[in-house]
């Protein structure tokens, strides 16, 4: 190694390790206003649990509402970071380096802020222990026919392989981190969690070998547990659900909603850590082209939907999708909805051809946002209307949310923010060792 690139691995060490040691007033700002929208929706989950479920807009015949599209739409974030992360490490994408940290910590908090949301839908939530499978005198099992249980499985499975790809991922940074350490408890973290790395040939070679095998083993797991996520919806003949096409359609949304994630969660990150010179413009296009690819795929499937239902000739399926495109003659249905998701999610993204667009970062992260709020309408679209309007037109009926189930919603938009936050002053924001690569 030259001399040279021996200088550029200290100032790069240095310029990243910086980043947990300087928050700047903004930083404090964003901490504040997450923790701050955390504690009210933890609040009114609180007066929900003394009040009751009633405060929810949930009703006959729509018993899925707010809380199970929360559900749906931090799954999908959460199962898009892993497979990002593991999907361009096994091809090789050189922009990889510089968002599969944020990409895999996302993983993990968002399976988090997810787990919540099927105790907040129980509303007795001191009742949660009867629905696991132990041995009791209550006679209640659960059905392992049914897609609920596994949901359990699946997730549960994906999150202890997400937190094992990810903590394999850090333990060369955490032994740089070791050594930059500015006191005997954070070198005494840093030691007990690097597990005694050295940065030996020996080291190396298991160690890529180990990460790779986790890479092939988190890229089918992924794809496979966001496809039960979906079957939740599709095992039933509810119109709108009982559809093949819901596995990919709901794994090319997950990918998208995590693009989009990944660039509102970088971009102030880079802002606020002094990253401009090791996150160039070069890379945020890069992950901009995955947004615009996957964009495209998810376009497909909302006019394939389409097709399926008015070629199968079902009268049920084509008046659903009829309904969800144009509403009906009442105030109060959801078409509105429909059309902000499409333009968000496949009309915006369009923008991304041009190359003017992919190489601006404040372009790129409105544009995320926009991809943010049509991904998390069209979970409401999916859920909310096939419940609304279903085979018998005496069951018809509307759900609107409460101020309770929108404030419980930017709760948990505020406590995963506040993780995000508190793990970017905690360890490396990005993988060191695998951007000192390029100046060997």
């Not at 955490?174 to 973290?189: D, E, G, S, T, V």
């Not at 795929?297 to 000739?313: D, H």
């Not at 009906?328 to 998701?341: F, K």
């Not at 037109?393 to 509307?398: D, E, H, R, S």
């Amino acid at each position: 190694m030259t001399e040279q690139a021996v200088e550029q691995h200290h100032r790069l060490e240095r310029d990243i390790l910086a980043a947990m040691s300087r928050p700047t007033k903004w930083y404090w700002v964003a901490l504040g206003v997450s923790v701050a929208a955390f504690l009210m929706g933890m609040a009114l989950w609180l007066y929900m649990i003394l009040t009751g479920m009633g405060v929810a807009g949930i009703n006959n015949p729509v018993g899925w509402g707010v809380f199970i599209v929360d559900f749906v739409f931090w799954v999908g974030i959460a199962h898009s970071g892993t497979l990002i992360s593991a999907v361009l490490f096994l091809f090789r994408a050189r922009f990889r380096n510089r968002f599969n940290r944020a990409a895999e910590a996302m993983t993990i908090f968002a399976v988090m802020t997810a787990g919540l949301f099927p105790l907040i839908h129980l509303g007795r939530v001191w009742f949660a222990y009867w629905l696991f499978p132990y041995p009791n005198n209550h006679l209640i099992w659960p059905n392992f026919k049914s897609p609920l249980v596994w949901d359990v499985f699946a997730v549960s499975t994906y999150l202890t392989v997400s937190a094992v790809f990810w903590y394999v991922g850090l333990i060369p940074d955490l032994a740089i981190a070791r050594r930059h350490a500015k006191n005997r408890i954070q070198m005494w973290a840093y030691r007990v969690f690097s597990l005694g790395w050295v940065g030996s040939v020996q080291q190396w070679k298991h160690y890529n070998k180990l990460y790779g095998l986790l890479a092939c083993f988190a890229t089918p797991l992924v794809v496979s547990v966001h496809s039960v996520v979906s079957w939740d919806f599709a095992m039933s003949v509810i119109p709108g659900w009982h559809t093949t096409i819901f596995a990919p359609y709901f794994v090319a949304g997950a990918i998208l909603s995590g693009c989009a994630m990944v660039i509102t969660l970088m971009v102030p990150m880079r802002k606020f850590f002094r990253l401009e010179e090791i996150i160039t413009v070069k890379h945020f296009e890069g992950i901009a082209q995955m947004l615009l690819l996957t964009s495209l795929i998810v376009t497909y499937s909302y006019v394939v939907e389409y097709a399926i239902a008015f070629y199968s000739g079902n009268t049920y399926e084509i008046s659903h999708f009829v309904y969800r495109l144009l509403g009906a003659d009442e105030p109060g249905h959801y078409r509105y909805a429909y059309w902000v998701m499409v333009a968000c999610n496949s009309v915006l993204p369009l923008l991304l051809f041009f190359r003017r667009v992919r190489t601006s970062i404040p372009a790129l992260f409105v544009l995320s946002l926009f991809v943010n709020v049509g991904m998390w309408l069209e979970r409401f679209i999916i859920i909310v209307t096939s419940l609304a309007r279903d085979f018998d037109p005496y069951a018809w009926g509307l759900y609107k949310p409460t101020i309770i189930e929108v404030g419980i919603t930017i709760g948990s938009f505020g406590l995963f923010f506040t993780l995000f936050l508190l793990f970017c002053k905690a360890l490396p924001v990005l993988a060191i060792t695998e951007i000192k690569e390029e100046y060997t």
